[in-house]
């Protein structure tokens, strides 16, 4: 457990800092001294979402594109675009 406490602007209070930037270059930085590593671990959840439901393949550049953009929506703008039929795990999966 880190010492170091941030204003996360997803959660809208202080919480637990990540411990290093999750993410590199400036982005990363505005990550790290923003967002709470609850807030990064939600968005980890989302993020995997995102990957399964539109089959997303991480190497592909237009991929990473996409799940840049959905990483800023959802951890500073706190919005979670869903699949239009996207059906959420049952209790126990």
Request: hydrophobic residues 30%; negative net charge; without cysteine.
């Given at each position: 457990m880190t010492?170091?406490?941030v204003f996360c602007q997803r959660l809208q209070c202080?919480?637990?800092a990540l411990p290093k930037p999750p993410y590199p270059g400036e982005l990363g930085e505005r990550?790290?001294?923003n967002i709470s590593k609850a807030a990064?671990?939600?968005w980890l959840g989302h993020q995997?979402?995102?990957i399964n439901e539109y089959?997303?393949?991480p190497i592909d550049p237009k991929a990473r594109e996409f799940l840049v953009r959905e990483m800023e929506k959802f951890l500073f703008e706190g919005k979670e675009d869903k699949p239009e039929d996207y059906v959420p795990p049952?209790?126990?999966e």
């Open positions: 010492d170091r406490t202080e919480a637990e990550i790290y001294n990064w671990q939600q995997t979402m995102l089959r997303l393949t049952s209790e126990g």
